[in-house]
């Protein structure tokens, strides 16, 4: 049996913060050094029927790194919810691809914050916008 798993660049680190989708979808990492990075390896629960990155998969992701970043752009940092998301599925990343995330932040206002990932694997694969509330 051929190992798909591709080397894992150097500076990633498991994230901390799990939760019960991220536990299920698995080897989720985060940049040491570089907190808008984050990165995974296309396997078993990240698959669609084809052998390819499920866009459902984007979409969580997506959701969840940039979330994360927004909400630790204050100090403290703030809960958020999601009030809108979108995805824009314009490549594929087959088992055994490294596909890395990167987000940006572009508004952090008292009311809504906003920001976008983009995910590639050597070729953009998607990219993901998202709309968040602050809550208390």
């Known amino acids: 049996m051929t190992d798909l798993s591709p080397a894992v660049p150097g500076g990633f680190v498991p994230a901390e913060r799990g939760s019960p989708v991220l536990d299920a979808l698995g080897g989720f990492l985060r940049h040491r050094d570089d907190p808008l990075r984050f990165g995974f390896a296309v396997t078993g629960p990240k698959l669609n029927r084809r052998g390819l990155l499920h866009g459902g998969v984007i979409a969580t992701l997506?959701?969840?790194?940039?979330?994360?970043?927004?909400a630790t752009l204050t100090?403290?940092?703030v809960p958020l919810v999601t009030v809108n998301l979108a995805c824009d599925l314009v490549g594929s990343a087959r088992e055994?691809?490294?596909?890395?995330?990167?987000?940006?932040?572009t508004k952090t206002g008292r009311r809504l914050r906003a920001g976008g990932a983009t995910f590639a694997n050597g070729r953009v694969v998607a990219t993901?916008?998202?709309?968040?509330?602050?809550v208390a």
Do not use: A
Request: no cysteine; aromatic share 6%; glycine share 14%.
């Open 75 to 77: 100090d403290p940092p």
């Open 62 to 70: 997506g959701d969840v790194v940039i979330g994360r970043v927004l």
């Open 128 to 134: 993901v916008s998202g709309l968040f509330l602050p």
């Open 96 to 105: 055994g691809d490294w596909v890395e995330i990167v987000v940006s932040p």
